[in-house]
Every structure is written in C-alpha cells, then in structure tokens.
C-alpha cells in the first residue's frame, strides 16, 4: 500500500502553460507539504495545509495555489509555468504540524518546463 | 548563512569501512534533528531522529553537538546498499530546513 501517492511521476511540458500535480495520503496524518527540490539537491517548503487549513506558505510565486478539499489530498496548481519551475515536487505528510515529527514523502514529480 | 550546511562529499569508501560526516546548523533554539537517506530519484526517508546528545541505531550513530551547533553521521561496517546521499534536518521555527545532503558511495 502507497503511503503518500503523487501523480503525475513526470510532467513536460512548454512555458506558460498550466499544470496540476495531485497528492494523496492514507495515513491519516493532519498536515501535508508541498516541497521543490531543485538542480542543487536542496529540498525547500513551498507550502503547509494542516486539517485542510494552509500554516505555511513561504515565498512562493503567486503562480503557485495549493488546494486542500480534504486532509487526505493536497494538490498543487501552477500556472504560466516558467523554466525556472524545472524540478522536483515532493509531497509529503507528517502526524501533526510539528518540526517534531517524521515526515513521509511521496515519491516525486519530476516537472520540466522547455 | 545556511540554515543547515553539509559536506556534499562525495565519500567513497569500500565495504566494512567506517564513514563519518557532519552537518552545521544556524538555529541555536532548534532542539530535535534527523537524518534523512535519499537514493537516487527517490525520495527522502528518515534515517534516525536526534533528540539528546546522540542515537545509535544498529550500525549508525549521530551525535549532537549544540555548544558548536553540528550533528554528525557515522555508518559502521558500510554495506553497498549505505549508498545513497544523507540529508540533515533542522527545524528552524515551524518548519524543517534540509541541506543539501551528504553524498556517499560505498564500493565492492
């Protein structure tokens, strides 16, 4: 059984178009995350929904909405996707929303942007 | 200042040998750490916590050092599948702050 699922594994597409990434859990946990990590290997928070609520929203780009019809999906929603957008999106959920906690990652989307 | 710095490596080592790392962070507050391990285009998954002065774990060990603000990695007897790259993690207020990851590669 998949504990954090992402879809789609891949995604290419050109600049300026619009695209969704999906995000399921099944571990019951409260809090999702929405995390980039680029070329450099650095993994950074984008975005934070705990019971559906957003708690963390760092200094991402407008073009970037996050949407959380329940606590067991996140979905991320980027639009006029620019080069700079190429990278890994990784998913992740944790018990609570504390820095205390595991956190269980999905397996990542790999977005290029040409 | 980076939040967490790591030595990205990488660490080559050959099996059985003994591997150490370190991780430095900037947070003096944060209280608990981790160590994640990431294998190639995978994601991320905890290692071990560190939540006093250090943890042992069968063959690996972290120690914490909060006077000079580092968390070290040891990997004893390295296997082949200790190849991976290992991430530090630090809180820093309400969210985890990851480096960029320590690089080790243990060959036949």
């Known amino acids: 059984d998949t504990a954090v699922s992402q879809t789609p594994k891949y995604l290419v597409t050109q600049m300026g178009n619009d695209k969704s990434i999906k995000c399921e859990q099944n571990?019951?946990?409260?809090?999702m995350y929405w995390y980039k990590q680029d070329s450099k290997k650095f993994l950074k928070i984008m975005f934070s929904?705990?019971?559906?609520?957003?708690?963390i929203n760092e200094t991402v780009p407008n073009r970037f909405s996050p949407k959380s019809p329940d606590k067991a999906h996140l979905n991320l929603h980027i639009n006029s996707l620019e080069l700079g957008d190429s990278a890994v999106y990784f998913c992740?959920?944790?018990?609570?929303?504390?820095?205390?906690?595991?956190?269980?990652f999905g397996p990542g989307t790999r977005l290029t942007v040409l | 200042r980076k939040e967490v710095e790591q030595d990205p490596g990488p660490f080559n080592v050959p099996e059985g040998a003994t591997v150490a790392f370190n991780c430095t962070y900037s947070?003096?507050?944060?209280?608990?750490f981790f160590w994640y391990r990431q294998d190639c285009r995978k994601e991320p998954k905890l290692l071990m916590s560190?939540?006093?002065s250090g943890n042992e774990d069968g063959r690996f060990t972290a120690q914490l050092n909060r006077a000079s603000q580092y968390i070290s990695l040891l990997i004893r007897d390295s296997k082949l599948s200790d190849s991976a790259t290992y991430l530090c993690?630090?809180?820093?207020?309400?969210?985890?702050?990851f480096g960029a990851g320590t690089t080790v590669t243990v060959r036949a």
């Open positions: 571990l019951g946990h409260d809090t």
């Open positions: 992740a959920s944790s018990q609570e929303g504390t820095t205390d906690n595991e956190q269980f």
């Open positions: 929904y705990n019971n559906k609520e957003l708690i």
């Open positions: 947070n003096s507050a944060s209280q608990s």
């Open positions: 993690v630090a809180p820093n207020d309400y969210k985890l702050s």
């Open positions: 560190v939540y006093s």
